[in-house]
Structure formats: structure tokens, C-alpha cells
């Protein structure tokens, strides 16, 4: 008996062992949200994408893309492939991931977005936010708390939008993105700063979600496989700028804590601020603690360095100019800290 027990205990220190050992497999590919898969056939982009009215399909892809690269659109614009007697498009649209519905909005004046739905994900530590627009309609009792999986139905594909220039039926298409989420308290922060204006969608304004160049994930999952990390994707984003916030505690430390990298004079000394890399599009992808050691000169925010060929490249969100041969955070840039840091 005592053998026995003996060898029972040897074989669960051996399953422990081989748990704390085994690699971790962080990836949860992301799945493109239509059947449309012409992403992954080269020369094949105008099947996928729509671009805006007498542009070009790349006016539908991520990035500064459209007013002669100086608007942003954070999504990809996804062509349908089925339409009913009437023009009009049938296209199922996907869950792009295991999740839980985080948003549904069934009122398409309100929102650049028409009709849309946001599911919350989470990969790798990190909670990442897909988002389905321009729908025609959701699945009968789609509601936030309910969870999905990859490849589920969510919602029929349409042309829904309250912008100027409407979204025709030959333009109908799915807008994707893939997100993160700024701040818990985007409300708050909402009414301080644009007083007497409307926030229609509590936390889920389309200014509380930065948007990842959703291609990029795909293409690189294709590629990489069970390699293809999420985390070490976003931190291999090009630093538009390098900003030091004096703050030691805001939501986005919390959420995105695989984002931060260790410091071990901050880690001794103190933490007295942040150094925070943001890509082109404001996503702060990499935070070092700093000391007050390590701090010089005064302010809320120093920007400490700019990218130039970068901010040539994908000037749109305008969070940095150039006076008088030096670089400053624009208001743009300011805004958007203080709601990374509220």
C-alpha cells in the first residue's frame, strides 16, 4: 500500500512538473468575420475590401488611408459576397473569437457606425475588443453577457451608418476591428471634457476603443501559427513618439500590464512616472516605470522623442507638430493622455 501511494504521489509530482513546464500556448487566432477570404489570395484585395466612393480598395484598409492620408480608419471594410432578389446583402458575420458580448446598438442614427455589436476576448492577459458595423440586423437575443464562439453568428452584414455620405447597396460591407479597450471611466472623462455634448454609447464610444491593424493580426497568425503572439505583436509596433506622464496609477496599467516593461531602478527607487511608446494611431504599447532619478525637466507630459519618418508616414491622428524645429504634443496628443491616464 505504501508503494503504491508512493507511486501515485511520484505520478501527480510529475504531471505538476510537466504543467509548470510545458511551453504556454498564448495564441487564439482570430478568424476573418465573413466568408469572404479573399485577404489570403494574393492580388486578390479588391475582392475584399470596399473603398469610399471613387477611391481605391486600399481606402478601405487600416490606417491613414483616406482624405489623402490624413483621416484614420481603424477597421477593415469587408466586401459582401451574397445579396437577396433585392441588392441588398446577406452575408452571415462571424464572431472573429471565443468571447462574451460586450455592446449591442440596434440605432444606426446614432453612430458613425450604424448598427453594431463589440466582443469582449481575451488573449494572452490582454482583453481585446472585435467589433462588427454597418450590420443590417443581429441575431434574435443578442445581448452583453452572453458568450460566443469562434465563427458563431452574430449579425447579418448591411450598410447602416448616420454620416453624410451615405453607404450604398454597392458599397454594403462589414467595418472589423480589433481594439483595446482606453478607460473604465470614459464617461467621466467624456463629460469633463467635451461639456454639452452627447455620449450615446457609455464606455463604448467609438473614442474609448484604439483600434490594431486587424490584416496584420490576420496575415501574421496565418503565417506563424501557433507561434503568432498577440503581445509581442503590439509591442513590435513602431513608436510614433515616447511621452513621460507623471502618474503612477491609471486603468490602462491594470489592462494592459503585459504591455509594461520592467525597470529595476523604478523597481527600487520608486515609481515617480511612466514612460509610455505610442504607436501612429495613440496606442500606448510599451510603459517603462521611471524613478525620479530618471526624470528631467517639468510638466504633466514631456515628449521626450518622435519618430519622424513615422509621423511622415501616418500623420493622421495629428498628435505631434513640429514648431519652430522642435516637436510638441499637439492637443490631439494631450487628449488622448489624459484619457489613457484618467
Same mark, same amino acid.
Given at each position: 500500500?505504501?508503494?503504491?501511494?508512493?507511486?501515485?504521489?511520484?505520478?501527480?509530482?510529475?504531471?505538476?512538473?510537466?504543467?509548470?513546464?510545458?511551453?504556454?500556448?498564448?495564441?487564439?487566432?482570430?478568424?476573418?468575420?465573413?466568408?469572404? #477570404?479573399?485577404?489570403?489570395?494574393?492580388?486578390?484585395?479588391?475582392?475584399?475590401?470596399?473603398?469610399?466612393?471613387?477611391?481605391?480598395?486600399?481606402?478601405?484598409?487600416? /490606417?491613414?488611408?483616406?482624405?489623402?492620408?490624413?483621416?484614420?480608419?481603424?477597421?477593415?471594410?469587408?466586401?459582401?459576397?451574397?445579396?437577396?432578389?433585392?441588392?441588398?446583402?446577406?452575408?452571415?458575420?462571424?464572431?472573429?473569437?471565443? /468571447?462574451?458580448?460586450?455592446?449591442?446598438?440596434?440605432?444606426?442614427?446614432?453612430?458613425?457606425?450604424?448598427?453594431?455589436?463589440?466582443?469582449r476576448h481575451q488573449v494572452e492577459g490582454l482583453e481585446i475588443y472585435s467589433l462588427?458595423? #454597418?450590420?443590417?440586423?443581429?441575431?434574435?437575443?443578442?445581448?452583453?453577457?452572453?458568450?460566443?464562439?469562434?465563427?458563431?453568428?452574430?449579425?447579418?452584414?448591411?450598410?447602416?451608418a448616420n454620416t453624410h455620405e451615405r453607404i450604398t447597396k454597392d458599397r454594403a460591407?462589414? #467595418?472589423?476591428?480589433?481594439?483595446?479597450?482606453?478607460?473604465?471611466?470614459?464617461?467621466?472623462?467624456?463629460?469633463?471634457?467635451?461639456?454639452? $455634448?452627447?455620449?450615446?454609447?457609455?464606455?463604448?464610444?467609438?473614442?474609448?476603443?484604439?483600434?490594431?491593424?486587424?490584416?496584420?493580426?490576420?496575415?501574421?497568425?496565418?503565417?506563424?501559427?501557433?507561434?503568432?503572439?498577440?503581445?509581442?505583436?503590439?509591442?513590435?509596433?513602431?513608436?510614433?513618439c515616447r511621452v513621460l506622464v507623471r502618474k503612477m496609477d491609471f486603468p490602462w496599467?491594470?489592462?494592459?500590464?503585459?504591455?509594461?516593461?520592467?525597470?529595476?531602478?523604478?523597481?527600487?527607487?520608486?515609481?515617480?512616472?511612466?514612460?509610455?511608446?505610442?504607436?501612429?494611431?495613440?496606442?500606448?504599447?510599451?510603459?517603462?516605470?521611471?524613478?525620479?532619478? $530618471?526624470?528631467?525637466?517639468?510638466?504633466?507630459?514631456?515628449?521626450?522623442?518622435?519618430?519622424?519618418?513615422?509621423?511622415?508616414? #501616418?500623420?493622421?491622428?495629428?498628435?505631434?507638430?513640429?514648431?519652430?524645429?522642435?516637436? $510638441?504634443?499637439?492637443?490631439?496628443?494631450?487628449?488622448?493622455?489624459?484619457?489613457?491616464?484618467?
Open positions: 500500500m505504501v508503494a503504491a501511494a508512493v507511486r501515485r504521489l511520484s505520478g501527480l509530482l510529475v504531471l505538476v512538473l510537466c504543467l509548470v513546464t510545458a511551453p504556454v500556448v498564448w495564441a487564439q487566432p482570430f478568424q476573418l468575420p465573413t466568408a469572404n #477570404h479573399a485577404l489570403f489570395e494574393p492580388g486578390q484585395e479588391e475582392k475584399f475590401f470596399v473603398g469610399t466612393t471613387g477611391k481605391p480598395w486600399n481606402s478601405g484598409c487600416f /490606417g491613414c488611408v483616406r482624405s489623402e492620408g490624413w483621416q484614420m480608419h481603424e477597421g477593415l471594410d469587408i466586401r459582401c459576397l451574397q445579396r437577396d432578389q433585392h441588392g441588398e446583402p446577406t452575408d452571415p458575420v462571424l464572431a472573429s473569437a471565443d /468571447g462574451t458580448v460586450a455592446y449591442v446598438s440596434m440605432k444606426p442614427a446614432l453612430s458613425n457606425y450604424g448598427n453594431y455589436v463589440v466582443v462588427y458595423a #454597418h450590420l443590417s440586423a443581429v441575431v434574435p437575443g443578442l445581448k452583453a453577457g452572453q458568450t460566443v464562439k469562434a465563427g458563431e453568428r452574430i449579425a447579418t452584414m448591411g450598410h447602416t460591407h462589414v #467595418h472589423f476591428e480589433l481594439n483595446l479597450f482606453v478607460n473604465d471611466r470614459f464617461s467621466s472623462w467624456f463629460k469633463k471634457s467635451n461639456p454639452g $455634448e452627447r455620449n450615446d454609447h457609455g464606455e463604448f464610444n467609438g473614442q474609448n476603443l484604439l483600434g490594431l491593424d486587424p490584416r496584420l493580426i490576420l496575415l501574421g497568425e496565418r503565417e506563424e501559427g501557433a507561434k503568432f503572439s498577440l503581445v509581442n505583436f503590439i509591442r513590435d509596433q513602431p513608436a510614433l496599467l491594470k489592462r494592459c500590464a503585459p504591455l509594461i516593461r520592467p525597470n529595476p531602478v523604478a523597481h527600487k527607487e520608486g515609481v515617480a512616472g511612466y514612460e509610455i511608446a505610442l504607436n501612429f494611431n495613440g496606442l500606448a504599447f510599451e510603459l517603462i516605470p521611471r524613478a525620479v532619478s $530618471e526624470i528631467k525637466g517639468k510638466g504633466k507630459y514631456q515628449l521626450l522623442s518622435v519618430n519622424e519618418a513615422e509621423q511622415k508616414k #501616418h500623420p493622421c491622428r495629428k498628435l505631434v507638430v513640429q514648431k519652430g524645429g522642435r516637436w $510638441e504634443l499637439t492637443p490631439h496628443g494631450e487628449n488622448l493622455l489624459e484619457l489613457v491616464t484618467y
